[in-house]
């Protein structure tokens, strides 16, 4: 027995060792942006918009998560040209398929498709990805991805711990391009949780622009797509979907539709929105300066921090320019001490601060929370105003295709300077997305904006909604203030949390995990 213990020890060891590097390098013919199309009624229509308004870009903000589902949808069946889909997670659930299914439809129309998905998540949708790539008009790619195409859990906790520094390191941008026209940047991957259509549900932020930010996209996009880090989903040995599964898929994915199209989902999608998407009709724009700002993809293989390869300070001049108020949207915060003391320097200068993140009860990584924790008394003696999203458990929400919601949990990462600038995008504010993810976000100079923006942050932090953090007056002890049915509570502690989810984050605020966080 101990003589096969050890042979199966062995084995397993050879196994893991042979597998923590990615892909063997193949062939990777580089492929840019087409240029923006002129020919189609909304190519037209978007042109003759941009050219009122010189060296500006035009934005819409997507609040409502069915309005921003489908504006992915609209930009997908109006494309003519091209469409490139930059995600961190592209999940094979009901609104993932369904996005697929309008990419397959594009492709068949003579669309050119680029797909670019962060591999940790892809497992799921691995085979529809690979299905997707056999069509001719249709490339996916996989960014840093694992050795192999489908890792068990097992394989991939193995690869990931003897090729930590490499896998940890992931791709967060989100980015969605329409025929060079039309992009959608900002907060939300592509599955159910982030329209509204599960049971968690995501509360988030993306932004529809055009004009002059939207080559600045494309540009990005291209670097990402050419660098040395995405691999095409056909590079991992092993078979490979066909015609066949191709053909399959198809037919899945036009039934899938169908039930979509027949689900309480997308009856109250109509409700809400009976003109359809607004991607899908001409109406009014935020118009002002614009810059794209997002890490370089070589970000990812750096055993050290390079300021100039990542957004931090491109966000940081933002910050650094506030006057009179600073709105800071963030579902994962962890200031560190040198953010903590930034921040209060700030507030010690006359700027108020608010800060909108979480609370232990609506937040969806207790270590992530335990991270955060540590500095919320440093922040609030600093004069930072706190408010932790409450999860309104059980609460109807407007068209979730099962009616309720086990809970509400922020996820969208936005900042607003003085009320007028705005940083809408993917990065959160903790170590993570300084150091090792890789982020992309829009800075837009424009006072309209920047009040629809802080409107959104209002009405999220209203006593119905989140839980205002504060110290209390005689000692000094923490407390959470907020109203239920319109009269005021009070608690001493994290609020709507269980004793197990309580005990976990103390425990976890021992370890030294803040640097992973």
Known sequence: ???LMTAVALAVLGLALGACSPPAAVVKPPSKALPPTTATAGARYVHAEVKQHQDKSGFRLLTRSTNALMSRVALADHAQHALDLQ???????????????????????????????????????????????????????????????????????????????????????????????????????????YFDAGDTNFRDLDLIAIGPVVKQASQAFDEYWNCD?????????????????LARLRVDLAHDARVFAQSDYAQATLDELPNGASADRPGKWFWGPATLVTDQPEKI???HDQPQLRIGPDVKALTDGAQRELLLISPYFIPGD??????????????????????????????VFSGYSRYRRALLEGGVQLYELRPAAGAAQPATAHGTSSGVSLHAKAIVVDRQQVFIGSMNMDARSKLLNTEMGLIVDCPP?????????????????AWHVTLKTDGGAMQWQASDNGKPVSYDRDPGATTQRRIEVQMLKLLPLESLL
């Not at 003391?341 to 207790?366: C, F, H, I, M, W």
């Not at 904006?449 to 006593?463: G, H």
């Open 301 to 303: 293989e750096t055993g």
């Open 1 to 3: 027995m101990r003589r």
């Open 87 to 193: 995600y961190y997670i592209f999940d094979n659930d009901a609104t993932g398929r369904l996005v697929a299914q309008r990419l397959l439809a594009a492709a068949d129309r003579g669309v050119r498709v680029r797909l670019l998905v962060d591999d940790i998540n892809a497992g799921e949708a691995i085979d529809m990805f690979d299905a997707l790539d056999t069509h001719p008009n249709i490339e996916v790619r996989l960014f840093n991805p694992f050795a192999t195409k489908k890792p068990s859990l097992f394989s991939r906790a193995t690869q990931f711990l003897l090729d930590a520094h490499r896998l940890n390191r992931r791709m967060h941008n989100k980015s969605f391009i329409m025929d060079g026209n039309v992009a959608i940047v900002g907060g939300r991957n592509i599955g159910d949780a």
């Open 449 to 465: 904006l920047a009040a629809a923006v802080t409107q959104f942050f209002d009405t999220a932090t209203l006593p119905a909604s």
């Open 338 to 367: 040198n953010g903590t003391q930034y921040l209060a320097a700030l507030a010690a200068r006359g700027v108020t601060v608010k800060v909108l993140t979480n609370s232990l009860a609506s937040n969806d990584e207790p270590a």
């Open 229 to 245: 880090a995405a691999y095409p989903v056909k590079a991992f040995s092993g078979k490979h979907a066909g015609h066949y599964d």
